[in-house]
Nanobody
Framework: QVQLVESGGGLVQPGGSLRLSCVAS????????VGWYRQAPGKERELVAS???????NYADTVKGRFTISRDDGRKMAYLQMNNLKPEDTAVYYC?????????????????WGQGTQVTVSS
């Protein structure tokens, strides 16, 4: 089994910064897609930033220039650096990864979500 655990959320004032982390554990052969999503109260979950294995990076227009996604596959870590935070960034943030899982008969590709970490931007 594979688990993703996010950390780094919290309460921050507008203009502040937070760095979210996502650590993967379990029978992982390799990690492909890495994405950060968020869900605000009453809204649908949306993609914030993504970084497939080829390194191509995409950001939602609302966070371009403020957020930076990165990954350290050797440590099975993914990060989201969030700068110049705004109240509208308030949400639960989730990481999602496409993982090649080692099983008894070989490998299987699965996608996993973390449990989420709350980010609140307020004065």
């Amino acid at each position: 089994q594979v688990q993703l655990v996010e950390s780094g959320g919290g309460l921050v004032q507008p203009g502040g910064s937070l760095r979210l982390s996502c650590v993967a554990s379990g029978s992982i052969s390799s990690i492909g897609f890495v994405g950060w999503y968020r869900q605000a109260p009453g809204k649908e979950r949306e993609l914030v930033a993504s970084m497939p294995a080829d390194g191509t990076i995409n950001y939602a227009d609302t966070v371009k220039g403020r957020f930076t996604i990165s990954r350290d596959d050797g440590r099975k870590m993914a990060y989201l650096q969030m700068n110049n935070l705004k109240p509208e960034d308030t949400a639960v943030y989730y990481c999602r990864e496409g993982v090649l899982v080692t099983i008894s008969t070989g490998f299987v590709h699965r996608e996993f979500w973390g449990q989420g970490t709350q980010v609140t931007v307020s004065s």
